[in-house]
């Protein structure tokens, strides 16, 4: 019998292995990716970037301009990330099992979230681009969406993990549902909560850059103008910007979590 | 005043130093560290929320009107969808494009991931050496993907290479991550039992490390193919990766046909929710089997 499960397993693992293989040879040939030219293009790129993709003096004259554009993409992505949370926060109440009112209201917030978190920021980028021009407000909304849905997941996956015992305790000494709210599923809750926004401050950032060079605004923007007039020193410069202020904040929010958590 | 606590209004037993030791202790709420600081982060995210929407760059946009042509918007994009400048086979190997790249940017993400992520978990390899890898994977992570792939592009010009290299590159750094945190949790008795039964190395990681983390690097992984579908058709409209990504990027900026980004977007979320069924299902037999 052992024997059998062993040669059963090693076919398994097999088939899953020839069945991957099979997807990347076909994918390979849609994509028309060649790995020979993927391959070279590495040791290509980083000669490139060492001899032509870094800041020079001259450069640094645009600074105050990059983070001007930065402060403003920064701010957005904060923004956009709490005020996502706020909503997401009443949604994740009415979606979760232990707290949800009805099951219609359940059902709904649920498929909203569902909706709104497989619609990619670049698709609301594009779709807001019409109603909104290339003002901040079109990142915002589209950082907003993106934001709203992937936090209701995660905070109703949270409520649920967290709370679903000390609810119950709380409804069995008769308290209302908003004391159950406030008393229970907050205080519960409270620091997983926090540390998913300032985990999707961190994605938004990420994400803004790509709004930007979507609709011509913020730092994506200013990327795209330098990058495109071929100011390679320029562009370098905004790309570390870019990597001085995210890996800041990754440090600022893994500490809170340490804290909190 | 809430740092006080509930438990002050009992009185101390006099002369009793460990009550008092006791007391002292619970009088002082729990955790008060972790609440001063919930507290200070949110007001910091209230303050820059609020400070955010005073200093917006409107450009004369007047909010409601556009919220309202918004709405508008999404109901001809949800409610009249049309494909106009290609069909709905077109439509299809287009989507098959995107989903080609998620793919190959998983597997070679994966492949390169799983070799670094070894030698960055700090339980079996050596402390400089995994310093050195996690610190490289911070600073790539913290690049955006659209940069990645726009850096590549001028070494090896716009389209799939380009594409594919620069996803990679992100994927790489946020699988290493992933992965040497699951390694780093695997039992230390199991890796000393082997090292102490004179196993070298290739042994521990194929008969501990590997098989004690499978499921999580199989969660991981089909969950990086979940985002690099998404990043797949956002760098087909902002790096021309080629792609359904592509097509919208035309319909939004070239044709401004709003019915046909409605078309392409029902594309889009019926493969992004069918992966979310697939990875909740494959998270959940995981999840049966350990």
Known sequence: ????????????????????????AVSIIITEFSIAKGVSSVPKAIQWSLSNFYPTKDSLIKLPDILIKLKETLLISVAATTIAGILAFAFA?????????????????????VLFRNIDVSIWALVLLFSFGQSSLTGYFALFFGSFGFLTRAFIETIDEVSSSS????????????????????????????????????????????????????????????????????????????IISIISIELISNYVRRVIL | MQAEGPIKPFPAPAGQDLDNMLLERLSKKPFSKSSIAIRMSMLVLAVLTIYAFSSFDYKDVKLWDALILTIDNLKTMFFEPHLKHFTFTQALYQVSITLGLAFLTTIFGAIIALMLGLLA???????????????????????????????????????????????????????????????????KGAIEA?????ANWWQIVFQVIIPSS??????????????????????????????????????????????????ITYFILIIAICLEIFATQIKRKLKEAS
Do not use: C
């Open chain 2, 194 to 198: 082997l090292q102490a039964s004179g």
């Open chain 1, 93 to 113: 109440i009415l979606g979760s099992n232990t707290t949800r009112v009805n099951g219609f209201f359940g059902g709904f917030s649920r498929g909203i979230a």
């Open chain 2, 214 to 263: 499978i499921t999580y690097i199989i969660s991981w992984t089909f969950m990086r193919f979940e985002i690099n579908f998404a990043v797949a058709v956002a760098m087909g409209a902002a790096a021309g990766a080629g792609g359904i990504g592509f097509d919208m990027f035309m319909a939004s900026g070239f044709y401004f046909d709003l019915s046909e980004i409605g078309a």
């Open chain 1, 1 to 24: 019998m052992p024997a059998d499960v062993f040669a059963k397993k090693r076919r398994n693992s097999l088939l899953l292995f020839l069945l991957i293989g099979a997807a990347t």
């Open chain 2, 121 to 187: 978990a700090g339980n079996i390899s050596s402390k400089p050496l995994s310093v050195i890898i996690k610190g490289l994977v911070a600073l790539i992570r913290a690049v955006p993907t659209v940069l990645w792939v726009l850096i590549f592009a001028v070494a090896a010009g716009l389209g799939s290479v380009a594409a594919v290299i620069g996803m990679t590159f992100h994927s790489i750094s946020y699988l290493v991550k992933a992965y040497s945190e699951s390694f780093e949790e695997i039992d």
């Open chain 1, 167 to 242: 609810v119950e305790a709380l409804q069995t000494t008769g308290a209302s549902y908003l004391t159950v709210i406030s008393q229970s599923v907050i205080p519960s809750t409270i620091p997983q909560m926090i540390s998913w926004v300032l985990f999707m401050i961190e994605t938004n950032i990420r994400n803004a850059t790509l709004v930007g060079l979507l609709t011509g605004s913020g730092i994506g923007f200013t990327f795209n103008l330098y990058y495109k007039n071929l100011s390679y020193d320029i562009a370098s410069l905004v790309v570390i910007t870019i």
